[in-house]
């Protein structure tokens, strides 16, 4: 821990607890733990940054605590469910300026794609209230980068009062474009595959994917990129195939109703 407040603290958030694939933070990939895998390419990126990772008070988390110890990384332990008091007291506590909200289940998140999200930040923070490649996404679904200064998710902590804005941190900033200023940074190849490519964990047959583009890339290079992982698809598209069923399911199908900012066709709307 440097001595000094950092200035962007990149807040990873991570539980055992999952309905549908429990404990999948502590599946293996390359031999260490999914968490330590994710916070290896997060700690890749270029930006100058402190990395935390927030888990729960729960006891079923002592065991994210053990792999922080293990690997020296530095952890918050905070409320279970709602994640907008523990991003929001996890920033408090290092004191930083901005946080980045990165979700634990991308561990094929590339580096690049965090720093162009949090340069475009950087050099337009005059600008904007909040910044992500989400609204709308075109990234492949697991390259999730939200960044927002403190002072604005103190106001949603202050005033947030529907159970998803305190579950998923964000949504009561980024539902009120009349208030806050959006940003929003598109994958520079001008496509949009954020629909057609999963690379999130929340399935088995995610993990089976996710394992397979380890096994492939990362022997060669442990901070391979999303170019690369792209070639890779390119060249065997049948590991592309392992978890395209699921692909376009995320949280907003719960909510599709309630959320005025998000397309329904952005989403699928049942597990198929």
Known sequence: MKNSAPEIL???????????LPGKILLPLAGKPLLY???????????????????????????????CKDYSIKFFRGHPQDLLDR??????????DTVVKI???????????IDNVLNYYIENRDNFDFVSNLHPATHPDGNDVEVIPVRVLGEAWNEADRDFEREHTTPFIW???????????????????????????????????ISRVYDELYGKDSS????DIMKLLERKPEI?????????????????????????????????
């Open 10 to 20: 990149i807040i990873i958030q991570a539980r055992t607890g999952s309905g549908r």
């Open 87 to 96: 991003h929001y007291k996890a920033a408090l506590e290092s004191g930083a």
């Open 240 to 272: 592309m195939e392992i978890n395209s069923n699921r692909a376009g399911i995320n949280w907003y199908r719960n909510y599709i109703d309630q959320l005025k900012t998000i397309d329904r066709s952005r989403t699928r709307t049942e597990d198929q």
């Open 175 to 209: 539902e009120r474009p009349e208030r806050y200023r959006i940003g929003n940074v598109k994958w520079e190849t001008g496509l949009d595959f954020s629909m057609t490519h999963r690379f999130v964990i929340d399935y088995r047959e995610d993990y089976e994917f």
């Open 103 to 113: 979700p634990s289940d991308c561990p094929l998140i590339c580096p690049d794609v």
């Open 37 to 67: 895998r994710m916070y290896e390419r997060v700690a890749a990126s270029k930006t100058e940054k402190e990395i935390v990772i927030a888990t729960t008070t729960e006891k079923e988390d002592d065991a994210v605590v053990e792999i």
């Open 224 to 227: 391979f990129k999303l170019c």
